[in-house]
């Protein structure tokens, strides 16, 4: 049985959603007028965002397969510290040091996919289980950070192109975005994640291999938050311990907000990176307004409330 074919057109939700960035992105130009609507300001929203907008593309690939993963952001910690600590402590050249950071990163990922598709513990409980590991990990390695990263390996977050002056993990950020589009849209492997993830029995009746499959979108997921905490920890020039903390959440909130759903089954990698950018501008929107940071997370967790919530209720309707 061929597998669907991934949506051809940018579903509601996503439409919706680009609606409303825009009405926000007028709104706050109208009252911000002379330090949000700038090219400048913009540039720092992306900047920022490119290391969630990386995790991202794997999480949608995770919920289109129905699964999900909480350890990203402890992840992303830990491939950063294990890199730094190579680099700076034991003076590893930039390749090895990147490979070992990428490779404990996709090892990660490929014990969630273990866990969860061959093992059948449950998904919440094993990535949950996992960010504590992982972040015990990162402070082990790396303890609270480590500083003075050389220069041969910073120039990967920091470098910008000569013309928009975009870093470099923002353009790394969109060809993985436009080739995941692709992969998903063209290759019948990637299409699987869809019926895998709208039927997992008739999935496997129909000769799918499911928890290859599963396994996979986890190994991946893995390596592209070891890739957010590379270009993260070369951007700031210091590899820290909980700087992927909070990441998990943002990251599902702006993917499921983005289209993508918990039963699984639907999403785009376009909606992955509208949701990326809407959790973005409201962030910057926050700082801008010199709000107390405390409320950074609580406006995050309404957003997460109100898009589980959606998602709900779309769910019920397409069942009734």
Not at 280 to 307: E, F, R
């Amino acid at each position: 049985m061929e597998p669907p074919k991934a949506p051809s057109r940018p579903p509601s939700r996503e439409v919706d959603l680009l609606l409303v960035i825009y009405l926000a992105v007028i709104v706050f130009s109208i009252l911000y007028p002379s330090t949000f609507f700038s090219w400048e300001n913009a540039r720092a929203i992306l900047n920022n965002l490119a290391a969630d907008g990386i995790v991202a593309v794997g999480m949608m690939a995770l919920l289109i397969a129905g699964v999900f993963d909480l350890s990203v952001g402890s992840t992303l910690s830990m491939a950063g510290v294990i890199t730094g600590g190579l680099l700076a402590v034991r003076n590893w050249p930039v390749a090895a040091a990147v490979a070992a950071g990428l490779a404990a990163a996709g090892a990660g990922g490929w014990l969630n996919g273990v866990l969860v598709a061959r093992l059948r513990v449950n998904a919440l409980i094993t990535t949950l289980g996992n960010l504590l590991i992982f972040g015990g990990v990162a402070l082990l390695v790396g303890g609270p950070s480590i500083v003075n990263l050389p220069r041969e390996f910073t120039w990967i977050g920091q470098a910008e192109d000569p013309f928009l002056r975009l870093q470099i993990p923002v353009w790394f950020m969109l060809v993985l975005a436009a080739s995941a589009h692709l992969l998903l849209r063209n290759t019948r492997s990637f299409r699987q994640l869809y019926y895998v993830g709208s039927n997992r029995k008739a999935a496997r009746l129909s000769g799918i291999r499911v928890e290859r499959i599963q396994i996979l979108a986890f190994t991946l997921t893995g390596i592209l938050a070891g890739a957010a905490g590379l270009a993260t920890a070369a951007r700031f020039s210091t590899a820290v311990s909980n700087a992927g903390v909070g990441a998990e959440l943002r990251v599902i909130t702006a993917v499921i907000l983005g289209g993508a759903s918990l039963s699984g089954g639907k999403g785009t990698i376009a909606g992955a990176l509208i949701g990326v950018l809407f959790i973005a501008l409201i962030q910057n929107t926050i700082l801008t307004a010199d709000v107390p940071p405390h409320w950074h997370s609580i406006v995050v967790g309404c957003i997460l409330i109100l898009a589980l919530i959606l998602d709900a209720v779309q769910n019920r309707a397409r069942e009734s």
